[in-house]
C-alpha cells in the first residue's frame, strides 16, 4: 500500500488539516502516515483556541520512523506556525524523501488580500524554499502573490486585480502559475479559490498549470467559505498523485466531492468554522 507522511496540526473541532487529510487519503486507498505540528482543541477560525505547538517533538517521532526505514511515497505539508517549523519540514524532506516521492505543499499564509497572523517575511522565505522542492503547490490566489512578491506587493497587485474582470482577470491569474513554474519549477501548480463573478451564475475557479498548458476548472459557488476545504481539495490531489493520477483529473475528483460537502452543509446551516459535510461522500472519492 502506498503511504503519505502528513505533516500538519490535529484541531479537535473545525474539520481541517489533519482530521481532513486523513479520512480522505484514507478513502483513496492510500496510508495516511500523520506527524502533528501542533495539537489545538480547536481551529483557529472560532474565538478563542488552545495550541499544543509539537515542534519540539517532531525530532523525536522523526528519530523513530528512521530507525524503522520509513520511506513515504509522498509527502504533504499543510498550515506551518512559523519558520521553525519549516525548518523541520525541510529536515524532514531531507531525511525521508527518496527521488520517487511526491510532494504536495499547501503554502498556507493567506487569503482574500490578506495575509494571516503567522506571516512574516522569514516564513515567506521558508515557504519559497518548501516550493521548490515540491511536485505540487496549491495556493490560492493571495497566496500566490505572497510567493512571488511578498505581502506590501501583494496587497497592491490584489487591489489592482480586483480592478479587472472576465477574460482579462482569468488571464492576468494564469500569468501568474506561469511565473511561480518559471521562479521555482514546480511542475504542478493548482491555484484553488478565485472567485469569478462577472456571469449570471457565480463560480469558483481553480487554475491548473501543468505542462506548460493553462486548464480553469469551474464549479458553481453555493454558500460563502468553509473551514477546512482547501485541506480538503489539497487532500484528493495528494492521495491521487502518488497513484499517478493526472492533476487535472484530480481536480476534477476534488471539486465534484467538495460541491456535495458544501451544499449539504449550506442546507444544514453548518457554521462556517465547522466545516463541511464531505464524510457521507468519502465514497465517491474510491469509486469515481
Known amino acids: ?6 505533516l500538519n496540526d490535529l484541531s479537535g473541532l473545525g474539520k481541517c488539516s489533519l482530521t481532513a487529510a486523513i479520512p480522505v487519503i484514507s478513502a483513496m486507498g492510500v496510508q495516511a502516515c500523520p506527524l502533528p505540528t501542533a495539537i489545538l482543541s480547536n481551529q483557529t477560525g472560532y474565538a478563542s483556541y488552545y495550541c499544543d505547538d509539537y515542534t519540539q517533538h517532531m525530532d523525536g517521532i522523526m528519530d523513530e520512523w528512521e530507525k524503522r526505514g520509513f520511506r513515504p511515497d509522498g509527502i504533504y505539508t499543510g498550515f506551518l506556525a512559523g519558520e521553525k517549523q519549516a525548518d523541520k519540514i525541510l529536515e524532514f524532506i531531507h531525511r525521508f524523501a527518496s527521488s520517487d516521492t511526491r510532494i504536495l505543499v499547501d503554502p498556507v499564509m493567506g ?9 512574516s517575511s522569514q516564513l515567506c ?15 490560492n490566489l493571495t497566496e500566490a502573490l505572497l510567493l512571488l512578491y511578498g505581502k506590501e506587493e501583494m496587497e497592491k497587485k490584489w487591489a489592482s486585480l480586483l480592478l479587472l474582470s472576465g477574460k482579462e482577470y482569468l488571464k492576468e491569474i494564469e500569468s501568474l502559475g506561469s511565473r511561480l513554474h518559471e521562479q521555482y519549477q514546480v511542475p ?18 481553480n487554475l491548473i498549470w501543468e505542462n506548460n498548458e493553462e486548464t480553469w476548472v469551474f464549479s458553481e459557488k453555493t454558500g460563502g467559505s468553509y473551514s477546512g476545504t482547501g485541506d480538503l481539495f ?25 460541491e456535495k460537502a458544501i451544499r449539504d452543509a449550506v442546507k444544514e446551516g453548518t457554521d462556517r468554522n465547522d466545516g463541511v459535510c464531505f464524510e457521507k461522500y468519502l465514497y465517491t472519492l474510491w469509486e469515481d
Open 188 to 205: 504542478g501548480i493548482v491555484i484553488t479559490g478565485v472567485d469569478d463573478q462577472d456571469g449570471e451564475i457565480k463560480q469558483i475557479g
Open 1 to 6: 500500500m502506498k503511504k503519505i507522511a502528513i
Open 234 to 258: 489539497a487532500s484528493v490531489l495528494c492521495g491521487g498523485m502518488v497513484q499517478e493520477i493526472c492533476l487535472k483529473a484530480l481536480v476534477h475528483k476534488a471539486v465534484r466531492f467538495l
Open 125 to 139: 522565505e521558508k515557504m519559497r524554499a518548501l516550493i521548490s522542492q515540491a511536485q505540487v503547490i496549491t495556493p
Open 111 to 119: 487569503d482574500q488580500g490578506r495575509a494571516y497572523d503567522i506571516y
